[in-house]
């Protein structure tokens, strides 16, 4: 099994680009299956979680290639509507292709979806909202199957924001019949990017970005091309780097305007950030880092898959930071590993205090989930002696090649076996 290597203690100075956002590909992906015509995606991240969606595909039976940070597909026809559990069990985005599948194909069979260990994270939102709109659901063997003859514009309002379940009904609504109006929508910039996607590609909807989204039904969709925005969560993940090591980073390929529920926390830290253009960021690391008290939310809130990130910056803060986890009742699997690393949390329920400064020590520590294994990638990069990181599969699923990119900044990282 492989690890990362890492020898901390130096300023991290230079230029990484940023790659496509994961969590904005993966929909986008699950969307091919609402037409027979051909879908380009530009900007695309070379990770794990997009080659187990596109294997998916070729399970359901469409055909797809990939070059130069580019995919074509074509979902012509499908040859089953089950997603098998071997693919599903490793990703929790595996379920939006239900919506898809429900909507163009009228039976979709789903096994519970998996991912990363961070708590509860049921799919009743998206089962509820499939009913709404007037499929049949039933759980049989480990799947969850839903049929529909003809889907039907309905009104329908989430219990509680969800980016995937949003974004599972939006593709559902566009081939249903009538208006389908969803209330209490997630805001995220992924979102937003799925529906200029499907507007694309003659879909009729109104009201990304807000809690209100309208979908006016239509008989097909086309092919069209489209580049997806950079992951803000890659970008926030380097803008802690340079911070927390003392160092300079300017990161390119940046969506700069959905960057600022970071920049802010970032800067209150006490990090120098500029931004110089539409996609460029400067962040210089100053010392002493400031302690902060903060809380993750829905968009545009701080998130919660940097959570973890700024836990590791805090041990180096001079005081005691608090950080309060709203999102996820599991989301503090990093805290045990950072205390083998020398930090100072407790962790009371939703609750993490850090006690800072600490002068974290290199050691042997296991990556739970993929923004946990980023926060140890961080603490070894500021630790004293050798971080040996396992478990780092993690990683890869949502970050292209980390530690080629971080070698090309400064740090003594490598991937060993």
Known sequence: MQKIRIRGGIPLRGIIKISGAKNAILPAIAASILTEEEIILENVPNVKDVYTMLEILNVLGGAWEKLNGKIKIRMKDIKTPRAPYELVKTMRASIL??????????????????????????????????????????????????????????EYEFKKVTVTGTENLVMAATL???????????????????????????????????????????????????????????????????????????????????????????????????????????VKGNKPINPLEMET?????????????????LTQADGISKVKETIFSSRFHHVSELVRMGAKIEVDGDKAIIYGKTQLQGAEVMANDLRASASLVLAGLVAKGETIIDRVYHLDRGYEKMEEKLRGVGAEIERIE
């Not at 939310?297 to 910056?313: E, R």
């Open 97 to 154: 292709v239900m919506g898809p599948l429900l909507s163009r194909f009228k039976k979709a069979e789903i096994s519970h979806p998996g991912g990363c260990a961070i708590g509860l994270r049921p799919i009743d939102l998206h089962l509820e909202g499939l009913k709404a709109l007037g499929a049949s659901i039933k759980q049989e063997f480990g799947y969850d199957i839903a049929e529909s003859k003809r889907l039907i514009g309905t």
């Open 176 to 282: 249903a019949e009538g208006m389908t109006l969803l209330l209490n929508c997630a805001k995220e910039p992924e979102v937003i990017d799925l529906i200029k996607l499907l507007n694309k590609m003659g879909a009729k909807i109104e009201g990304a970005g807000t809690e209100r989204i309208l979908i006016e039904g239509v008989k097909k969709l086309n092919g069209t091309r489209h580049s997806v925005i950079s992951d803000r969560i890659e970008t926030g993940t380097y803008m802690v780097a340079s911070a927390i090591t003392g160092g300079e980073l300017k990161l390119e390929n940046v969506n700069t305007e959905i960057m600022e529920n970071i920049i802010i926390p970032l800067k209150n830290a006490g990090a120098e950030v500029g931004v110089i253009s539409n996609n460029e960021i400067i």
């Open 297 to 313: 939310a829905p968009y545009p809130g701080f998130p919660t898959d940097m959570q973890a990130q700024f836990v590791a910056l």
